[in-house]
């Protein structure tokens, strides 16, 4: 017989993934990766962001 003890469940997990691997070879979004020069968009948003003060960013193109 298991005892339960309310409070101790461990639900911390961790998945390491890759986001390219969900998304399909011919899903439109990567048509349109391809077709599309999103460079631009660092230009725009480096105000936004500090390169020596905090956490990692997200790539603001993703």
């Excluded at 993934?17 to 070879?25: L, N, R, T, Y």
């Excluded at 077709?35 to 790539?59: K, M, Q, T, W």
């Amino acid at each position: 017989m298991k005892v339960i003890v309310k409070g101790r469940e461990n639900r911390d997990q961790l998945e390491i993934f890759s986001i390219e691997g969900f998304v399909p070879a011919d899903h439109l979004l990567r048509k349109i990766d391809s077709a599309v020069d999103f460079n631009h968009i660092y230009d725009i948003v480096e105000d936004l962001y500090c390169a020596d003060n905090g956490r990692p960013s997200i790539d603001p193109v993703v």
